[in-house]
């Protein structure tokens, strides 16, 4: 299924992972010099599954059958990043001002995080989109995040099914089908996929700008010594 030749690829591995706290409103958020990568998703979708299968633990995050347990935002140490769970979103059984205040929540959350490098949108690998997932998407292209979308709870098909799901879904988000990792928290199917992503999502944030303008103006001088008389040659 999907065979990726990864063996030229950065590798990363996770040792520790710990939870550092949780957040309920935007005060409440921590600042962080390493990258941070957020995890979203409606509720149930699988969030919690994901991190523990990326930590190699059980229960860093809590999982539940209920759907719309987490109303924070909880923040793991990842040793060379920092991830950040979100609250979910879809569920019915929530008030309009509790769907209000986690709109603002969210929005704030990704209004003001500079460390913030990257963006895992959980949708389950069985369904089509929801309306809530598209609008997911859209808030995340109006923020301008790099995000890649992980289909989860992939061992509950078979792989011809998921590889028609994929194709879906990627088609219904306007997404090329390479931004979709598929993935199984249950069996680990993905895993190394997405550990290859976020090597690669660190090792840009961790690399020196590219652009600076004094360089820039250094750039400048040595182009007029050229046009000059080109002593040097
Ligand atoms: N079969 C299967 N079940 C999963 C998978 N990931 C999550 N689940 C189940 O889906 C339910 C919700 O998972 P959870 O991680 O708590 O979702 P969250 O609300 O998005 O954090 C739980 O009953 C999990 O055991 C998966 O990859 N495969
Ligand atoms: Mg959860």
Redesign the pocket.
């Known amino acids: 299924m999907y065979e990726t030749n990864n063996a030229d690829k950065q590798r990363l591995v996770i040792k520790a992972a710990k939870f550092i706290t949780s957040a309920a409103t935007e005060k409440q958020f921590i600042k962080t010099d390493k990258p941070t990568i957020a995890v979203c ?13 990326l930590a190699n633990q059980k229960k860093l ?5 209920e ?1 719309g ?2 109303r924070l935002v909880n923040y793991f140490d990842f040793g060379e990043f920092v991830l950040a ?1 979100l609250p ?1 979103y879809g569920f019915a059984r929530v008030s309009k001002t509790e769907k209000e205040k986690w709109g603002k929540t969210l929005d704030a959350f990704f209004k003001n995080n500079e460390e913030l490098s990257h963006v895992f949108m ?1 949708v389950d690998s069985r369904h089509d989109p929801t309306a809530d997932d598209v609008q997911m998407i859209e808030f995340l292209h109006y923020h301008a995040l790099p995000f890649t979308v992980v289909l ?5 098909l078979s792989k011809m099914k998921l590889k028609e799901h994929v194709k879906a879904i990627a088609a219904d988000l306007y997404l090329g089908e390479k931004n979709l990792l598929a ?5 680990g199917y993905g895993k190394t996929d997405v550990l290859h992503k976020i090597a690669d999502v660190i090792a840009l944030a961790n690399a020196p700008q590219e652009y600076d303008d004094e360089q820039d103006d250094e750039d400048d001088e040595d182009d007029e010594d050229e046009t000059d008389g080109g002593e040097e040659c």
Do not use: C, E
Request: hydrophobic share 25%.
């Open positions: 998703g409606k509720s149930n979708v699988g969030k919690s599954s994901f991190i523990n299968m995050a809590k999982t539940s059958s759907p347990r987490t769970d979910g959980l989860t709870k992939a061992d509950k993935t199984s928290a249950q069996t």
